[in-house]
């Protein structure tokens, strides 16, 4: 099957899925965009207010910071792919629960092994723990460990080649000169493509 069936096979299957109690609060999944073919995938945490609106990831005020990042280092949103580890929006944009990165995760992972992009870039601490553990990779501050480079070998059936841990772009919005630091690991991340 080519790359376009499966995921839109895999967006029926998030639009219905029950699998925590989720579905019940938001107003839409937020699926994730962007190219199917991408090298660079991004994995947020989770949809919030606007998100959860419009059905599409990183639209709020992290959004606008991470469109200036992307186009810091000369890349448009379509060259990419923007997912998180949450499909649905935790009320009041609460942090996920353990239950439901367990429930939810797997349409993550279905996405990677539609996309199998060689570099995955953590955005804020969720994702960092999520794909560490599940790449076998020792985690440490993200203060330590930021804009690394770490090798990771294929897993079944996804191939991808690196991960690079990233602050959440909303430290941005709070404290703009980690927009600064942000940035130098965008260039890292370009420097891998
Ligand atoms: N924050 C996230 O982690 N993901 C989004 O999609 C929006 C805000």
New binding site residues.
């Given amino acids: 099957m080519d790359r376009e069936a499966e995921m839109e096979r895999l967006e029926k299957s998030i639009q219905a899925c029950k699998r925590c109690a989720l579905w019940q609060t938001r107003t839409n999944p937020?699926i994730g965009e962007g190219s199917l073919s991408a090298g660079i995938l991004f994995v947020?945490?989770?949809?919030?207010y606007?998100?959860d609106v419009k059905g599409?990831?990183?639209?709020?005020k992290?959004?606008k910071v991470l469109d200036e990042l992307l186009e810091s280092v000369g890349l448009q949103r379509n060259e990419v792919y923007?997912a998180?580890?949450l499909k649905c929006r935790p009320p009041g944009n609460r942090n996920p629960t353990t239950e439901e990165i367990q429930a939810c995760t797997p349409h993550l992972e279905a996405q990677l092994e539609i996309i199998q992009p060689e570099i995955i870039a953590t955005?804020?601490n969720f994702?960092l723990a999520y794909l560490f553990d599940k790449f076998g990779l020792m985690k440490d501050k993200i203060s330590k460990i930021h804009g690394k480079v770490f090798t990771v070998s294929t897993i079944a059936g996804i191939k991808i080649k690196k991960i690079i841990p990233m602050y959440?772009?909303?430290v941005a919005t709070y404290n703009p000169r980690m927009k600064e630091v942000l940035r130098e690991d965008f260039k890292v991340l370009c420097s891998q493509k």
């Fill in positions: 937020v947020g945490e989770a949809p919030g606007y998100e599409r990831p990183f639209v709020g992290a959004g923007i998180n580890v955005l804020g994702s959440h772009p909303a």
